[in-house]
């Protein structure tokens, strides 16, 4: 079992920052990918950022050039830094790994989840 739970969520103003973290324990593999998806209310599950192994990011269009996804493989931890946060930003965001090391665009290629961490952006 590999437990993740996640950080630095919260209510801010658009325009501002977040970073979110993500640590990982338990039995985490020796290669491994980390992600970020994101649910806002009444909208599906969508992919917001990955890295694989070795420290390649794939963002999705709408967070490129705002959101930075980077990982720490001695704290097994990953982060997202959000700038210019928008009012459609506004989602619970959960971190996942996954025990290929590759990246994936789809939640159902991810081995766990995290909890979730509620990120709230007002105009």
């Known amino acids: 079992q590999v437990q993740l739970v996640e950080s630095g969520g919260g209510s801010v103003q658009a325009g501002a920052s977040l970073r979110l973290s993500c640590e990982a324990s338990?039995?985490?593999?020796?290669?491994?990918?980390m992600g970020w998806f994101r649910q806002a209310p009444g909208q599906e599950r969508e992919f917001v950022a990955a890295?694989?192994?070795?420290?390649?990011?794939v963002y999705a269009d709408f967070v490129k050039g705002r959101f930075t996804i980077s990982r720490d493989n001695a704290k097994i931890t990953v982060y997202l830094q959000m700038n210019s946060l928008k009012r459609e930003d506004t989602a619970v965001y959960y971190c996942?790994?996954?025990?290929?090391?590759?990246?994936?665009?789809?939640?159902?290629?991810?081995?766990?989840w995290g909890q979730g961490t509620q990120v709230t952006v007002s105009s």
């Open positions: 996942v790994i996954d025990y290929s090391g590759y990246v994936s665009r789809r939640h159902n290629d991810y081995d766990y």
């Open positions: 338990g039995r985490t593999p020796t290669t491994y990918a």
């Open positions: 890295i694989d192994w070795s420290g390649s990011p």
